[in-house]
């Protein structure tokens, strides 16, 4: 897991491209993949594949290795936390720490990780509207408006709604 390339395609490598070259936002793709688990899951959204266009940004497999404990951290919180409702706890517990070692039943894996990814993807979608759609014409004007979406997540994380959620689960 998180040990071979990875291509963003569509809407979303646009998304990714423009957070990272234009916006000035991020520096690298693999910055942003990580930040849409994160958002993805806060936002608990998800996103298919778009393939609306040829559009594409890749991650190398290099840089997923190198970052591979912290992508297996948010994938295992996904896998805990993402789509709650439909599982009960012991079935988050296997999909978080059984399944990838399951050799018997690799489409497990391969659906975790098409989940995982998107929350990633959706993630995204919600970084870009919330940061980049109407919110100005300049990475100044991108990154003033991050700030601001960062003070507000401050904010709910010292409130108790996501404690209360993360202790439910606990």
């Known amino acids: 897991m998180f040990d071979r390339d990875f291509t963003f395609t569509g809407k979303h490598a646009t998304y990714v491209k423009f957070l990272v070259h234009n916006a000035k936002l991020y520096k690298r793709y693999?910055?942003?993949?990580?930040?849409?688990?994160v958002f993805g899951l806060l936002?608990?959204?998800k996103a298919p594949r778009d393939t609306s266009?040829?559009?594409?940004?890749?991650?190398p497999?290099?840089?997923?290795?190198?970052?591979?404990?912290t992508c297996m951290l948010l994938y295992r919180l996904a896998m805990l936390l993402g789509d709650a409702?439909?599982?009960d706890q012991q079935a988050r517990i296997d999909r978080a720490f059984r399944d990838d070692a399951n050799e018997e039943e690799p489409e497990k894996l391969q659906e975790n990780l098409e989940l995982f990814?998107?929350?990633v993807r959706g993630g995204i979608e919600e970084m870009y509207e919330e940061f980049i759609d109407g919110h100005g014409t300049t990475s100044e004007e991108y990154l003033e408006r991050a700030l601001d979406v960062m003070e507000v997540f401050?904010?709910?994380?010292?409130?108790?709604?996501?404690?209360?959620?993360?202790?439910?689960?606990i």
């Open 30 to 37: 693999m910055d942003v993949y990580m930040s849409g688990a």
């Open 43 to 45: 936002h608990n959204r």
């Open 53 to 59: 266009s040829t559009d594409d940004a890749t991650i």
């Open 61 to 69: 497999a290099g840089t997923l290795i190198g970052s591979r404990d």
């Open 85 to 87: 409702t439909t599982l």
């Open 117 to 119: 990814n998107s929350f």
């Open 154 to 169: 401050r904010d709910d994380m010292n409130g108790e709604g996501y404690k209360e959620k993360i202790s439910a689960i």
